[in-house]
């Protein structure tokens, strides 16, 4: 089993940037390929971002692609979300999951098994 903690969440004004972070323990991070989501008050959670074993391919939302980054170092056993102009419209809590794949190349945007307890993001106007 995997332990997931996000952070870097906070508030930031209208344009601004954000990094979160996804630190990952108890088992070989790099086994994993690794997912943000994102939940806004009164709405569903949503995919944000993807991203396989080695780091080495991704996936953006629409919402996301153009300002977001997904990034890993496995090294570090963390995977990070580089959020820039950013919108009131990306206010919510962001969370990291893990899946473990035998995939090199393969990323997902649903079906992960393990989840951390999310981050805020709240971006003001």
């Known amino acids: 089993q995997v332990q997931l903690v996000e952070s870097g969440g906070g508030l930031v004004q209208l344009g601004g940037s954000l990094r979160l972070s996804c630190t990952a323990s108890g088992r070989t991070f790099s086994n994993y390929a690794v997912g943000w989501f994102r939940r806004a008050p009164g709405k569903e959670r949503e995919f944000v971002a993807a991203?396989?074993?080695?780091?080495?391919?991704?996936y953006l939302a629409d919402s996301a692609r153009g300002r977001f980054t997904i990034s890993r170092d496995n090294a570090k056993n963390t995977v990070y979300l580089q959020m820039n102009s950013l919108k009131p419209d990306d206010t919510a809590v962001y969370y990291c999951?893990?899946?473990?794949?035998?995939?090199?190349?393969?990323?997902?945007?649903?079906?992960?098994?393990?989840w951390g307890q999310g981050t805020q993001v709240t971006v003001s106007s």
């Open positions: 999951a893990a899946r473990y794949v035998a995939s090199f190349e393969a990323y997902y945007t649903d079906y992960y098994d393990y």
């Open positions: 991203i396989n074993r080695s780091g080495g391919g991704s």
